[in-house]
């Protein structure tokens, strides 16, 4: 590896050694994730989501709430004990402002050997009554039993289940039926590796085959496959979805969505350059209140099916995809919309700043008590 790309990976990927940094930086993403559940219910007020698209998303970011629970408890002692455990987190201080995905792979190792861990660990009872004779009886701090308590919480999240992987497989809901076909809601997700950050699929998909698709022991698990293999930042909607329309002549992709939960921007932790780095100095918000995490839709809709020669003697339906109408196939999808969820100083900030390329990106302001109010 060159030592210019070296020094950039080493510059980007930051590690928190302090246990205070490593928590203040935790919390900070508890109460931003605990915010985009609410903006998911106001886009379904707004006509934008169906309520199973919304209880879809909704599951997807509870999933990534009780990840990033996970690792604030295996780090919780980080800088605190000696030797190489915990180690420490380590985040995407320029592109993202979340963990480097190999965060959540090795989450996905631990959790594989969650019972065999637990299994070796005194149970947080016993834990806790040690730390109380230890500092009632040597009046020291029982560091290493937090340490060891920490790690059972840990291993306990990661067994409980729930969480957001590194790849989480399709899932398909029935909608209803439109005559011969049956419409499926498909979503999954990943952490994408490149950009370091979760990113949401929803696909609607008519199904014109003999057997429902979920229950379809052959096409259902190549379904699967094909997805995920697909799901890349780089690739653009239109490719993903003719891809599926040309390999499963029974299937028709009428619409699909991806949804990209980040960048997450904060003075204290990221580096970011442009408007938001003047709006976010600016603000000079508290501790909980310096961020501002940007929610980006692309969108792909079929406007019509068309018939055509397959083979020989055969033919298939095949979807016809609106294209922006300025960008044209430069985006491949129908419409891009980019939304920025933000507390109220770094609002005020924005508003008073009115940066050129923000009038079009729309606005949640996180006002007192959580309350999420939309704005333009």
């Known amino acids: 590896m060159s030592g210019s790309v070296k020094d950039a990976l080493t510059e980007d990927h930051t590690p928190l050694a302090d246990s205070l940094v490593a928590r203040r930086y ?5 109460r931003i994730i605990g915010h985009l559940g609410r903006v998911a219910a106001e886009l379904e007020s707004e006509g934008r989501l169906t309520r199973l698209e919304a209880r879809v998303i909704a ?10 629970r ?59 009554d ?4 230890q500092i009632v009886g040597e009046l020291t701090l ?28 399709p899932d398909a809901q029935w909608v209803a039926d439109i005559g011969e076909r049956r419409h499926f809601l498909l979503h999954w997700a990943v952490y994408d ?54 390999d499963f002549d029974d299937l028709h992709p009428k619409r699909l969505r991806r949804i990209t939960l980040g960048p997450m921007h904060s003075h204290s932790f990221t580096q970011q350059s442009g408007p938001i780095s003047q709006v976010l100095a600016m603000a000079k918000a508290p501790p909980g209140e310096d961020w501002a995490l940007v929610w980006t839709i692309e969108d792909l809709l079929s406007t019509e099916e068309q018939e055509v020669k397959d083979g020989w003697f055969s033919t298939a339906q095949r979807q016809i995809y609106r294209l922006d109408p300025v960008l044209g196939g430069e985006t491949g999808a129908t419409r891009t919309e980019r939304m920025i969820i933000l507390p109220e100083r770094p609002y005020q900030a924005l508003a008073e700043l009115n940066p050129p390329g923000f009038a079009g990106i729309r606005k949640f ?12």
Do not use: C
Not at 26 to 30: A, H, L, S, Y
Not at 130 to 133: L, W
Not at 159 to 166: E, I, M, S
Not at 222 to 236: E, P
């Open 130 to 133: 040690r730390m109380v004779r």
């Open 142 to 169: 029982p560091t290493r039993l937090q340490f060891a308590l920490s790690q059972r919480l840990y291993y306990e999240a990661l067994r409980q289940g729930g969480l957001f992987q590194a790849r989480n497989d």
């Open 59 to 68: 599951g997807h970011v509870a999933r990534l709430a009780a990840t990033f």
């Open 26 to 30: 935790f919390d900070k993403f508890d």
């Open 193 to 246: 590796t490149q950009t370091n950050l979760p990113v949401l699929y929803l696909l609607d998909l008519e199904d014109s085959g003999k057997r429902p698709l979920p229950t379809d022991v052959r096409r259902w698990p190549q379904v699967q496959a094909h997805l995920m293999a697909q799901s890349l930042s780089g690739l653009k909607l239109l490719t993903i979805a003719q891809g599926l329309d040309t």
């Open 70 to 128: 996970a690792l604030s408890l295996k780090y919780l002692m980080t800088g605190r004990v000696e030797g190489p455990l915990p180690g420490t987190p380590t985040f995407d201080r320029h592109e993202s402002g979340f963990p480097i995905a190999q965060e959540l792979m090795v989450m996905a190792v631990d959790a594989s050997q969650a019972e065999k861990h637990l299994a070796g660990m005194a149970s947080e009872t016993e834990l806790k």
């Open 365 to 376: 302001i996180v006002g007192a008590g959580g309350r999420l109010i939309p704005a333009r």
